[in-house]
């Protein structure tokens, strides 16, 4: 109803509308409308006049085609937004886009299975969080990175994922705590260190219940549940397979 309403008021900015756009297509993408979410987020591009925006839009593109499993459309589409970048710029908003960018590279690579790949082009979008002195963005490179190492067995694991949620926690960002802690459960979980694991499982469910995330609040109590499993807690694990 904004969109339809924004193109008959002359005067709403383009700007604006192309805001609208983007948590339109948003809502389509997380409901599984994803020709919905094409459509909008091409209305979005004709709209748009900010080369980190139209970045951004070509960002948002491929991950629909993620979303629905479309990882080589999806690979195309950031190949494409990283060309619109100069190597060099100095531009925070440019620099801030590419970031995600990369991140989404890695991202895929990481469901492709490419952990090494992941982690490279994670340090890359690090490097241009670092130079637009953007702390969100910090925090994400190392939260990919931090899952990129978990799933390496790597000794820096524990680096990574600590850096990313000291500053998630100074952001107040709890979604994306839930996420990183998760993965440092899974860490611990393959280290057989149990207790660390469900402690790692247990805040995550609740940062997730509090911001009202179920999928992560769902995913953490899950992974706890497993834990009993593992430990012969039947009837406890149980439980929480029949709450979730």
Do not use: P
């Not at 179920?214 to 709450?243: K, M, P, R």
Request: charged share 25%.
């Amino acid at each position: 109803r904004a969109m339809e309403s924004s193109q008959r008021l002359r005067s709403v900015e383009a700007g604006e509308r192309v805001d609208v756009a983007i948590q339109l297509a948003e809502a389509n993408a997380v409901t599984g409308n994803y020709d919905a979410a094409r459509r909008v987020l091409k209305t979005a591009r004709r709209l748009n006049e900010s080369m980190a925006v139209e970045v951004d839009l070509m960002r948002r593109m491929g991950f629909v085609d993620e979303q629905e499993g479309r990882y080589s459309a999806a690979l195309a589409w950031f190949s494409r937004c990283l060309s619109k970048i100069e190597s060099d710029t100095e531009d925070t908003d440019e620099l801030v886009a590419r970031s995600r960018v990369l991140l989404a590279r890695a991202g895929v690579l990481h469901r492709r299975g490419d952990n090494h790949g992941c982690a490279r082009v994670s340090h890359e979008a690090l490097a241009d969080a670092e130079r637009a002195q953007n702390d969100h963005e910090r925090s994400l490179a190392y939260a990919r990175l931090h899952l990129a190492h978990v799933h390496t067995n790597s000794k820096y694991a524990d680096f990574y994922g600590e850096s990313a949620l000291r500053i998630l926690r100074d952001l107040g960002d709890l979604n994306s705590q839930a996420r990183v802690l998760i993965n440092m459960g899974v860490h611990r979980y393959k280290q057989m260190d149990w207790t660390a694991a469900s402690d790692y499982y247990r805040e995550a469910a609740d940062a997730g219940a509090i911001v009202g995330n179920v999928t992560f609040s769902a995913s953490a109590a899950l992974n706890g549940a497993e834990v009993l499993s593992d430990q012969g807690h039947w009837e406890q694990a149980c439980a929480i397979y029949e709450n979730v």
